[in-house]
């Protein structure tokens, strides 16, 4: 089945520090990458929505310049929360799609991002 | 406004017992409803997905009914198994230029021995 990496898996870092995150693809080209948030308990909020060689499309509330997003492949998108700080933890995770309609999205395993 | 409501919010059940889950949604104009299973910690796993014109969807000891009139479905988990414990999220797909995802809350079961 499709198989979505996500990586790394957990962070842990101090205050201020811009954190990377990948999310690739590995045996099917993604159309379509879609970052995630869920806190604690919730259920995962939209944060943006990538195509591959295109800009982001981020949803209402969500920062484009705190939140950076790039789709420089088929295979693989990069979210960095750029000067985090603690109440940007949470644990975020990416899915990927073939196509939009009614492909699935596959997801990744998410992210657990800890700011201190 | 578009929303997905499940039921319940949470569930314990002892194991090889069987256990439904619903979901009730106002998503216009729909395109597919997906069930998922989320382990703690994880991402989610697609269980199933139904378009308009499906009425029952089995994967193993899942299976998912819809009714597009009523706009409800169910997740029915059959001789449940402790690694059954997890959050099972039901999302609606809706046929808009984006496809975006809209997802309930989920409801999280336990299975116990």
């Known amino acids: 089945g499709a198989v979505v990496s996500q990586h790394p898996s957990r962070v842990i870092c101090k205050s201020g520090t811009s954190v990377k995150i990948e999310c690739r693809s590995l045996?099917?080209?993604?159309?379509?990458m879609f970052w995630y948030r869920q806190f604690p308990k919730q259920s995962l909020m939209l944060m943006a929505t990538?195509?591959?060689?295109?800009?982001?499309?981020?949803e209402q509330g969500v920062e484009k310049d705190k939140f950076l997003i790039n789709h420089a492949s088929l295979t693989l998108s990069t979210l960095t929360v750029t000067s985090a700080h603690p109440e940007d933890s949470s644990f975020y995770i990416c899915?990927?799609?073939?196509?939009?309609?009614?492909?699935?999205?596959?997801f990744g395993d998410g992210t657990r991002l800890s700011i201190l | 406004k578009n929303q997905v409501e499940q039921s319940p919010q949470s569930l314990i059940i002892l194991e090889g017992k069987n256990c439904t889950l619903q979901c009730n949604y106002t998503v216009s104009p729909f395109s597919n409803l997906r069930w998922y299973k989320q382990d703690t910690g994880r991402g989610p796993v697609s269980l199933t997905i139904m378009t308009f014109s499906e009425n029952t969807k089995s994967n193993g000891r899942y299976t998912a009914t819809l009714d597009a009139d009523t706009k409800q479905s169910s997740l029915h988990i059959t001789a449940s198994q402790l690694s059954d414990s997890a959050s099972y999220i039901c999302v609606v797909s809706a046929k808009d230029s984006s496809y975006k995802l809209i997802f309930g809350s989920g409801t999280r079961l336990l299975v116990r021995p």
């Open positions: 045996d099917f080209q993604a159309t379509t």
């Open positions: 990538s195509n591959e060689g295109s800009k982001a499309t981020y």
């Open positions: 899915s990927a799609s073939t196509a939009s309609g009614n492909q699935p999205q596959h």
